[in-house]
């Protein structure tokens, strides 16, 4: 009876103890050590700098409101109809801005290259629009090479007028000829970027 109560007394207190040392303690320094860790991170979280939401317009731009400059070109009759858009609306900017064109040709070909737009911009940009009742459609370029007249001052301020044209322009190059028989010559080369069925 002496022997059970001994064991019964060792039980009491003895499993307590041991809860405390197998499960409780670790358990507690584990904790602690999380909240050192959070402690340790929210210092440094607020060293960052604060944070500015987007305002109304930046969004607006990031909405991407230059889609609306891209014209959906289906066929060859559409094709031609940019061609002489594009070519008027260049003309008429370069005109506003006191730039002579000395002439104009059209390379209508596609542009393999991209240049400003990142790379797959025909799979993630019209989404929406390429949903609607019609084909898939894909970015595709031409190019539209100005020849400009005057200083090579001239050849800057074209290069100015260019976010004026309502049609979406990218400028890709410039260039300078000149020959022995030939006076030098200055040139602009802008991509011309359209919307065109998908293949």
Do not use: C, N, Y
Not at 150 to 166: I, Q
């Amino acid at each position: 009876m002496k022997g059970e109560r001994m064991l019964m007394a060792l039980l009491l207190a003895g499993v307590p103890a041991v809860i405390v040392g197998a499960v409780i303690l670790p358990s507690a320094r584990r904790t602690a050590a999380l909240g050192r860790r959070l402690d340790a991170a929210h210092a440094t979280a607020q060293d960052a700098r604060p944070f500015t939401p987007l305002g109304r317009e930046e969004r607006a731009v990031l909405a991407g409101p230059w889609r609306s400059r891209i014209a959906w070109v289906p066929d060859d009759a559409a094709r031609l109809a940019q061609v002489d858009r594009v070519v008027t609306q260049v003309h008429a900017a370069f005109a506003a801005k006191g730039v002579r064109v000395a002439g104009m040709k059209v390379a209508t070909d596609p542009v393999r290259a991209d240049f400003t737009l990142p790379s797959r911009a025909d799979r993630a940009a019209f989404p929406a629009e390429a949903a609607q009742d019609g084909p898939e459609r894909r970015v595709d370029g031409w190019v539209l090479d100005v020849e400009v007249a005057g200083p090579t001052g001239d050849l800057f301020k074209a290069l100015a007028a260019v976010a004026d044209v309502d049609s979406l322009l990218e400028p890709v190059g410039l260039t300078w000829e000149a020959g022995p028989d030939r006076p030098a010559t200055q040139h602009l080369h802008l991509r011309v970027l359209q919307l065109r069925p998908g293949s």
